[in-house]
Antibody, heavy 120, light 108 residues
Framework: EVQLLESGGGLVQPGGSLRLSCAASGFTFSSYAMNWVRQAPGKGLEWVSTVSGGGGSTYYADSVKGRFTISRDNSKNTVYVQMNSLGAEDTAVYYC?????????????WGQGTLVTVSS | EIVLTQSPATLSLSPGERATLSCRASQSVSTSLAWYQQKPGQAPRLLIYDASNRAIGIPARFSGSGSGTDFTLTISSLEPEDFAVYYC??????????FGPGTKVDFK
């Protein structure tokens, strides 16, 4: 059974940093790109970042480029996102999600989400 | 940048009725499109990937069609558990992924 478990969310002050983790199990982790998606309270879904299966390619939304860094440790089956210079606009539930297939469109498994609140 | 537009914003239907949701891209996206269902307090669930492929475990009443700029998600006969928000998502060179604004299917 595929499972994705996020952790690391919480309350952080504006300008602060946070690192989210997503532990994966139930599939060959290194074979799939992994993604972070966020959802601000009452709003729609926003793609944040993607890392390729091997970790060599990373992609970011403009809204987080230069502030967020995605990475993965295939020996630990874990994907991370380091979030710096956080602002109120980054307040959201952050989900990690697995890409359905190489080159595909669709995230077939999602974690339960972790809430990040940026507030003083 | 390709923009996705979903219509209608809200679809009010009764159980047993057919639901037709539209997602339109500002430029051709071939078949690089997915559909999700999201219920309050839950993570999104993938329904359709690559425009027309049902994800694992998704009932046959859900179907996706289209290519290029116009895509449709059809729910052939609404079940009570299908009342939710539906998002489309597209993949491109940049930004890598984009979600549409969503269509809410609620009870008439």
């Amino acid at each position: 059974e595929v499972q994705l478990l996020e952790s690391g969310g919480g309350l952080v002050q504006p300008g602060g940093s946070l690192r989210l983790s997503c532990a994966a199990s139930g599939f060959t982790f290194s074979s799939y790109a992994m993604n972070w998606v966020r959802q601000a309270p009452g709003k729609g879904l926003e793609w944040v970042s993607t890392v390729s299966g091997g970790g060599g390619s990373t992609y970011y939304a403009d809204s987080v480029k230069g502030r967020f860094t995605i990475s993965r440790d295939n020996s630990k089956n874990t994907v991370y996102v380091q979030m710096n210079s956080l602002g109120a606009e980054d307040t959201a539930v952050y989900y990690c999600a697995k890409l359905v297939r190489v080159g595909g469109t669709g995230f077939d498994y999602w974690g339960q989400g972790t809430l990040v609140t940026v507030s003083s | 940048e390709i923009v996705l537009t979903q219509s209608p914003a809200t679809l009010s239907l009764s159980p047993g009725e057919r639901a037709t949701l539209s997602c339109r891209a500002s430029q051709s996206v071939s078949t690089s499109l997915a559909w999700y269902q999201q219920k309050p307090g839950q993570a999104p669930r993938l329904l359709i990937y690559d425009a027309s492929n049902r994800a694992i475990g998704i009932p046959a009443r859900f179907s996706g069609s289209g290519s290029g700029t116009d895509f449709t998600l059809t729910i052939s006969s609404l079940e009570p558990e299908d009342f939710a928000v539906y998002y489309c998502q597209h993949r491109s060179n940049w930004p890598l992924f984009t979600f549409g604004p969503g269509t809410k299917v609620d009870f008439k």
